[in-house]
């Protein structure tokens, strides 16, 4: 099997059902509904977690998302002190196996991966010979740290100023970027290209091009919503047709996912005002399958059926190792997943015994200890969710309630017991991020209070 160029597209707070080829009847996506057309479209596949900074890592790294370091947007250190959560240096990350495999790596886009003082946690520092990422630290945007409009290149000496006036978003200069890596790359050998772009997440900075939907009686964050995701379609198309001219589209395997599902707040975008989950239940942050459950595209010629939809049960952990069998390298031991290229060529594939997550809700939207922990596990058709260790674990048949709407738990308690147990054993310890939300000083504060009592 000849080595292919991996082009991998990866959407921030994207719901599954806010493309046309998911079922999105408002939000115009033609160039996606186009890609799937030839893709292999998976309807049962799960994002690492959540939120962007531990789902990422899980898809970097392939561990599970109870096993992976980085398990919320920050970790709490004690003192209502939270902090991001960088990937330790010496962790191998896909960048690094496919570099090490004779491939030129870039990423261009949101990495969020690191700690903003230490350059070699960044993505330049992770495997990837060209590195053109936002960096949100407050040293480099101290007076709006939230909205920087800066890609750093290759470190921390250079970067590329976004221009709001240029653009109509973000997303169309990472596009820009991309093909000047095309053009300038080694042409004898592979690439990887990482395009991790910035729609529809909040945040994004003014979009100028509102024009698709400036006519719809909507309020106006979701005409800005629709017109983000829209262009993000926009853009998706204009490399894909670049990847054509320049002659290797077809020596491409292209994948399209988001990172989680859809963003929402009170009193800013509404993600049922799109239907941007379908049926599902949550979004963002969420670990019912809204907040987890993403769209996922792959499109690779000559490998891949066209026009084909598969049940198949797989996550982000299952990437690294599927292009690890696919470029011919060893498969990393650290990886909990299962490659799915048998499923790809129509051979087949080893199914997953349950996927589980555990997720931290960062300062900004709780206190701990009570509040924040989050757990969940899906095995076969069954789902269970638990937000809180001393709360009630619910338990959902996704065959009959996609919704998770009807709580079966107490009709299936052997169930409920069993993955409760899994809640417990199938998970590693990991500084910023203790089982349960209870830090150590809230174990001394128990036992004060009980000393006092």
């Given at each position: 099997m000849r080595r292919p160029n991996?082009?991998?597209?990866?959407?921030?707070?994207?719901?599954?059902?806010?493309?046309?080829?998911?079922?999105q009847k408002i939000i115009k996506t033609p160039e996606l509904d186009k890609l799937a057309e030839s893709s292999m479209k998976f309807t049962n596949f799960y994002a690492g977690n959540a939120a962007y900074s531990p789902s990422r890592a899980v898809l970097l790294t392939g561990k599970n998302p109870t096993k992976v370091a980085i398990r919320g947007n920050s970790g709490y250190y004690g003192n209502d002190k939270w902090e991001g959560v960088a990937l330790n240096q010496d962790v191998f990350t896909l960048g690094e196996m496919l570099k090490g495999q004779g491939y030129q790596t870039a990423f261009i886009g949101k990495w969020h991966l690191d700690h903003p003082d230490d350059v070699k946690t960044w993505a330049f520092g992770h495997g990837f010979d060209y590195a053109a990422q936002e960096q949100w630290?407050?040293?480099?945007?101290?007076?709006?740290?939230?909205?920087?409009?800066?890609?750093?290149?290759?470190?921390?000496?250079e970067y590329i100023t976004y221009d709001y006036k240029k653009y109509s978003c973000k997303d169309e200069l990472r596009t820009d970027l991309a093909f000047d890596f095309l053009e300038n790359r080694e042409k004898e050998n592979p690439f990887f290209l990482f395009m991790s772009y910035r729609s529809p997440h909040s945040f994004e900075g003014p979009i100028r091009d509102t024009l698709f939907y400036a006519d719809q009686?909507?309020?106006?964050?979701?005409?800005?919503?629709?017109?983000?995701?829209?262009?993000?379609?926009?853009?998706?198309?204009?490399?894909?047709?670049?990847?054509?001219?320049?002659?290797v589209l077809e020596s491409t395997l292209v994948v399209f996912t988001s990172d989680n599902g859809p963003h929402f707040s009170p009193g800013g975008h509404d993600h049922e005002f799109f239907d941007s989950n379908g049926p599902l239940r949550g979004g963002k942050r969420d670990l019912y399958d809204g907040g987890i459950r993403v769209p996922m595209l792959v499109s690779w010629k000559g490998n891949v059926s066209p026009a084909t939809t598969t049940e198949h049960i797989l996550g982000f952990q299952d990437v690294?190792?599927?292009?690890?069998?696919?470029?011919?390298?060893?498969?990393?031991?650290?990886?909990?997943?299962?490659?799915?290229?048998?499923?790809?060529?129509?051979?087949?594939?080893?199914?997953?015994?349950?996927?589980?997550?555990?997720?931290?809700?960062?300062?900004?939207?709780?206190?701990?200890?009570?509040?924040?922990?989050?757990?969940?596990?899906?095995?076969?058709?069954?789902?269970?969710?638990?937000?809180?260790?001393?709360?009630?674990?619910?338990?959902?048949?996704?065959?009959?309630?996609?919704?998770e709407a009807q709580n079966l738990a107490k009709s299936y308690p052997q169930i409920v017991e069993e993955m409760n147990k899994i809640f417990e054993s199938e998970r590693t310890e990991t500084a910023g991020f203790p089982f349960g939300g209870v830090t150590q000083d809230h174990k001394s504060m128990d036992i004060q209070i009980k000393k006092n009592e």
């Open positions: 991996i082009l991998f597209l990866l959407a921030d707070d994207l719901g599954y059902n806010e493309i046309g080829a998911y079922g630290p407050a040293r480099f945007n101290p007076i709006r740290p939230f909205l920087s409009n800066r890609l750093w290149v290759n470190g921390d000496q009686d909507w309020p106006d964050i979701e005409k800005a919503h629709a017109a983000k995701i829209t262009l993000l379609d926009r853009q998706i198309g204009r490399l894909l047709r670049q990847l054509k001219k320049i002659g690294m190792p599927t292009f690890a069998e696919i470029v011919g390298a060893p498969i990393p031991e650290q990886t909990d997943g299962l490659s799915f290229l048998p499923l790809l060529v129509g051979v087949p594939q080893k199914k997953h015994e349950f996927l589980n997550w555990e997720y931290q809700m960062s300062g900004w939207f709780q206190t701990l200890p009570k509040g924040g922990f989050r757990q969940s596990i899906r095995r076969e058709n069954w789902k269970v969710v638990r937000y809180g260790v001393n709360t009630e674990t619910e338990l959902y048949n996704l065959d009959h309630d996609i919704s």
